[in-house]
Nanobody, 118 residues
Framework: LVQLVESGGGSVQAGGSMRLSCARS???????????MSWYRQAPGKERESVSS???????TYADSVKGRFTISQDNAKNTVFLEMTSLKPEDTAMYYC?????????WGQGTQVTVSS
């Protein structure tokens, strides 16, 4: 059983930058061969979409809409995943959620709001 807590959201003007953090804490330990941490986002009236992911081995993926602007990284010692967002656009406005996929289970954080004004 895993708990995820996001932080770092807020309001920024277009062109600005923001860094999101997702702290992962283990409530009940289960050994998993691989863990994939992801960021999703959901704008009002739209479906939740995948933004970026990173595996425990460091393999990363990005949605086309954020490639070149967002960077996902992880600090394994601190059990934290980061999403560095640059050149933000109004269309990046959404609730951003952290997800952990491990041992066949999906865990979600409560989300953090990112608002980009033009």
């Amino acid at each position: 059983l895993v708990q995820l807590v996001e932080s770092g959201g807020g309001s920024v003007q277009a062109g600005g930058s923001m860094r999101l953090s997702c702290a992962r804490s283990v409530v009940v330990y289960t050994h998993c061969s691989s863990i994939r941490m992801s960021w999703y986002r959901q704008a009002p009236g739209k479906e939740r979409e995948s933004v970026s992911s990173i595996t425990s081995s460091g393999t990363t993926t990005y949605a086309d809409s954020v490639k070149g602007r967002f960077t996902i990284s992880q600090d394994n010692a601190k059990n934290t995943v980061f999403l560095e967002m640059t050149s933000l656009k109004p269309e990046d406005t959404a609730m951003y959620y952290c997800q952990a996929f491990e041992c066949g289970n999906n865990y979600w954080g409560q989300g953090t709001q990112v608002t980009v004004s033009s």
